[in-house]
C-alpha cells in the first residue's frame, strides 16, 4: 500500500504518491499520515494545497535581455474576450524544457511577455482568471505542448480557444462540491504533472496527444454540492490522450461502482470526514473532501471504476473540528461497475506496516503504523491524545536510538551487524474513542546487510458492531494475519478482561496462511489482546474492542 499525507482539511487536498520515504522524512509530530508531503502552493480553491513527489519545481524567471545563444521568446495572452489579458487576470507565463531541465517562467505584463531562452523544445502555458458577473472567478488554462525555439519566435495564448469543463451525474440534485483538471505531460522521459486548474468554473484549451500530452479530470459530487452532511458523493474522473475537445464528463450511476460505506465509531461521541483522490499514475493526487459527520454512519459512495482510488478517512470529536484526529487510509480499485461493501474505523486496532531503514539519508530511521486495523492502515493526525516512546536497544541494553514519538524514530545512530531489541509504548486518551488505550510492542531485530528491514506484525479481524463492540457472553472467532512474518511464522495468542492485569492463553487452528481462535467474551467491559511470534513479535493492545 503506498503511503500517504494529508494535509488541510478544505475540499481538495493534492498528496505525493509513489515511492517515498517513510515517518522519518517529516516532523516527527505534524497533523500528517504516515508519509511524507512536499508541498507545493498555498490554498486555492475550497483549501486546495498542491503536493508532489519530491521537491516542488523551482522555476528560475526568464531575462527580458538576450543571452548569447539564445533567442528572443514574445507572447501575447489575450483573456475571453480576446483582448490583452491584464496582470490581475495572468501575471505569469510557464516554461518547461522537453528535455526535462529545470522549468522557468516569465513576467506577464498587460498580457505581454519576453525573455531570452536557449534553442530547443518546450511544453508552455498559461492561466487566465476571469471575474465573472455574480462576483465568481473562470479559470481558462491555454496549453501548448511543443513550441520549438530554434529562432526567435512570437507566441499567441488565446483565451477564447479553451472551452468549459462539465462535469455532472444522472442523479437529481447533485452538484460538484470540487474539481480539478491536471494536464501530465513526459519531460526528460519521466513523466510530470506541469499544469493544473481547479475550481467550479473551468476552461481549457484543446491540445494534441504530442509528447505523451494527457488530460486528467477528477470531480467529487454531493447533494447540493455541499461538503458536509451528504448522504452519498459522486467520485468521478476521466483521462485522455491529448487535451480533448470536449472536456467534459458525464456519468451515469448504472456505470459506477456503488460502495455501501460504514464508518463505525469508537465508544464514544465522534465525527468523520473522508479524503479520495485518482492516482493516474504520476506525481501528485487531488484530493476531494466531505465531511460525513457524527459515527456510527453509513452512506453510498460512487467511484469510476477502473482507477486507483486514494482513500482517507479522519475521526476526531464529536465537534467536528479537527484540530487533532486520526487517519486511516487505502487504496482501492473497484474493477467494474456494480455494488460493493466497505467499512472505515473497524478494529481491533495495533501495529502495521513497520520497518527500520538503517540508512535513511539522515541517520537511522523507524516507523510503525500503530492504530491500524482491517479497514486500513493508519497514523495519528496528532500526538495531543498518544504519547509514549520507541527505543532501539543492543542485546547488551545500549540505548542505540530513541525517541518520544509511539511508532517512529529519526536521526538515529546507524546500528552495526547484530541483534536488537525495538520497543514502542503508546498510550491513548482521545476523546472520541475508548479503545486501543495502552499497546505495547517489542521487536527482535536482526541486522544484517538489508537496509530496509520490515518488522513482523499480527493484524486482527473479527465480527464488531458499528462502535466496535461485540455481544457479552457469546463466542468470538478472532482472525490473526501475520503481515512481513517469515512464511510459517506460527503465533501465541492471550487474551485478558481486566486491562491486562492478567492473560488467559488461547489456542488457535491454521486456516492457510491465517490462524483462528474462538473464546467467550466476557460479560462487560473490554477485550484486551497479546500476540507473539517466537523471536520476531510480541505485541499487546489494551481494549482492543468493546462489550455491550
Given at each position: 500500500m503506498v503511503k500517504r499525507t494529508l494535509v488541510g482539511l478544505g475540499a481538495l487536498a493534492l498528496v505525493a504518491t509513489g515511492p517515498v520515504p517513510h515517518a522519518w522524512a517529516t516532523a516527527p509530530a505534524p497533523p500528517v499520515k504516515v508519509e511524507p508531503a512536499q508541498r507545493g502552493h498555498g490554498p486555492s480553491h475550497r483549501g486546495m494545497e498542491i503536493q508532489r513527489k519530491g521537491k516542488t519545481p523551482k522555476f528560475s524567471r526568464l531575462t527580458r535581455t538576450r543571452a548569447a545563444g539564445e533567442h528572443k521568446l514574445q507572447a501575447t495572452v489575450l483573456d475571453r474576450k480576446g483582448v490583452a489579458a491584464t496582470t490581475d487576470e495572468v501575471d505569469s507565463l510557464f516554461i518547461w524544457p522537453l528535455n526535462g531541465d529545470a522549468p522557468s517562467l516569465a513576467d506577464v505584463v498587460n498580457g505581454h511577455a519576453e525573455g531570452s531562452l536557449p534553442p530547443g523544445d518546450y511544453a508552455i502555458h498559461a492561466i487566465v482568471k476571469t471575474s465573472n458577473p455574480d462576483g465568481t472567478t473562470s479559470k481558462s488554462l491555454i496549453y501548448l505542448p511543443k513550441v520549438t525555439v530554434a529562432g526567435d519566435v512570437s507566441l499567441t495564448l488565446d483565451a477564447r480557444k479553451a472551452n468549459p469543463v462539465h462535469v455532472e451525474v444522472d442523479k437529481a440534485g447533485a452538484k460538484p462540491a470540487g474539481t480539478v483538471v491536471w494536464i501530465s505531460q513526459r519531460l526528460g522521459g519521466v513523466f510530470h504533472d506541469v499544469a493544473e486548474i481547479d475550481g467550479d468554473d473551468l476552461y481549457v484549451a484543446p491540445a494534441a496527444a504530442e509528447g505523451g500530452v494527457e488530460y486528467e479530470l477528477q470531480s467529487l459530487l454531493t447533494q447540493d454540492g455541499e461538503e458536509k452532511g451528504s448522504p452519498y458523493s459522486y467520485n468521478v474522473?476521466?483521462?485522455?490522450?491529448?487535451?480533448?475537445?470536449?472536456?467534459?464528463?458525464?456519468?451515469?450511476?448504472?456505470?459506477?461502482?456503488?460502495?455501501?460505506?460504514?464508518?463505525?465509531?469508537?465508544?464514544?461521541?465522534?465525527?468523520?470526514?473522508?479524503?479520495?483522490?485518482?492516482?493516474?499514475?504520476?506525481?501528485?493526487?487531488?484530493?476531494?473532501?466531505?465531511?460525513t459527520g457524527g459515527l456510527p454512519a453509513t452512506r453510498t459512495e460512487y467511484y469510476t471504476p477502473g482507477f486507483d482510488w486514494n482513500l482517507d478517512q479522519l475521526v476526531t470529536t464529536s465537534e467536528c473540528d479537527f484540530t487533532s484526529y486520526d487517519v486511516q487510509f487505502r487504496n482501492e480499485n473497484f474493477p467494474k461497475a456494480g455494488t460493493y461493501t466497505r467499512s472505515w474505523n473497524k478494529g481491533p486496532f495495533g501495529p502495521a506496516d513497520a520497518e527500520l531503514t538503517l540508512d535513511t539519508g539522515d541517520g537511522t530511521g523507524y516507523s510503525a503504523a500503530m492504530l491500524s486495523g482491517p479497514s486500513g492502515l493508519s497514523s495519528a493526525g496528532s500526538y495531543s491524545f498518544m504519547k509514549g516512546d520507541s527505543t532501539l536497544r543492543s542485546v547488551s541494553g545500549e540505548v542505540i536510538g530513541a525517541s518520544l514519538v509511539p511508532g517512529y524514530g529519526q536521526i538515529w545512530a546507524r546500528p552495526a551487524p547484530g541483534k536488537y531489541t525495538l520497543t514502542t509504548n503508546a498510550t491513548r486518551t482521545a476523546p472520541w474513542s475508548n479503545l486501543a488505550t495502552s499497546q505495547h510492542v517489542v521487536w527482535d531485530v536482526t541486522v544484517g546487510r538489508d537496509n530496509v528491514i520490515k518488522l513482523p506484525t499480527v493484524q486482527y479481524q473479527t465480527a464488531l458492531d458499528d462502535t466496535n463492540q461485540a455481544r457479552a457472553d457469546t463466542t468470538q472467532t478472532l482472525t490473526l494475519a501475520p503481515q512481513q512474518a517469515k512464511a510459517g511464522a506460527k503465533p501465541s495468542l492471550w487474551t485478558s478482561f481486566d486491562d491486562g492485569k492478567s492473560w488467559t492463553p488461547v489456542s488457535l487452528r491454521a486456516d492457510g496462511d491465517l490462524w483462528v481462535a474462538s473464546f467467550r467474551n466476557p460479560a462487560k467491559g473490554f477485550v484486551s489482546l497479546r500476540t507473539k511470534i517466537d523471536g520476531a513479535v510480541d505485541q499487546t493492545v489494551i481494549r482492543a474492542y468493546g462489550i455491550r
Open positions: 474522473a476521466r483521462k485522455a490522450a491529448g487535451i480533448p475537445t470536449d472536456p467534459n464528463l458525464s456519468a451515469r450511476t448504472k456505470d459506477l461502482a456503488a460502495v455501501q460505506t460504514g464508518y463505525a465509531g469508537e465508544g464514544q461521541p465522534a465525527c468523520a470526514q473522508e479524503y479520495g483522490g485518482v492516482d493516474f499514475g504520476s506525481s501528485a493526487v487531488a484530493f476531494s473532501y466531505t465531511e
